[in-house]
Nanobody, 115 residues
Framework: QVQLVESGGGLVQAGGSLRLSCAAS????????TLWYRQAPGLQRELVAGITSGGGTSYVDSVKGRFTISRDNAKNTVYLQMNSLKTEDTAVYYCKFQSIEGAYWGQGTQVTVSS
């Protein structure tokens, strides 16, 4: 059974930085991609960033140049470095490991950016 544990969320002032982590435990095979989503109150869940098994990355336009997704394969951990945070980045952030067998979600971590 694969479990994902997220950490790193919190309260930060606009312009500040946070680094989110998502560690996977259990047997994980045939990984296709690892993704970060976010969901703000009253809004749909939004795909923020992704990294494929080959290392290719992609970002939603609103975070390009500010967020960086990375992965440590030895630790089965994916990171989201968030710089120059804005109030509109406030949301619950979720990680997702997508494999051929299925998708695994983290429990979510709250990121709050104050003005």
């Amino acid at each position: 059974q694969v479990q994902l544990v997220e950490s790193g969320g919190g309260l930060v002032q606009a312009g500040g930085s946070l680094r989110l982590s998502c560690a996977a435990s259990g047997r994980l095979f045939n990984l296709i991609a690892t993704l970060w989503y976010r969901q703000a109150p009253g809004l749909q869940r939004e795909l923020v960033a992704g990294i494929t098994s080959g290392g290719g990355t992609s970002y939603v336009d609103s975070v390009k140049g500010r967020f960086t997704i990375s992965r440590d394969n030895a630790k089965n951990t994916v990171y989201l470095q968030m710089n120059s945070l804005k109030t509109e980045d406030t949301a619950v952030y979720y990680c997702k490991f997508q494999s051929i067998e299925g998708a695994y979600w983290g429990q979510g971590t709250q990121v709050t950016v104050s003005s």
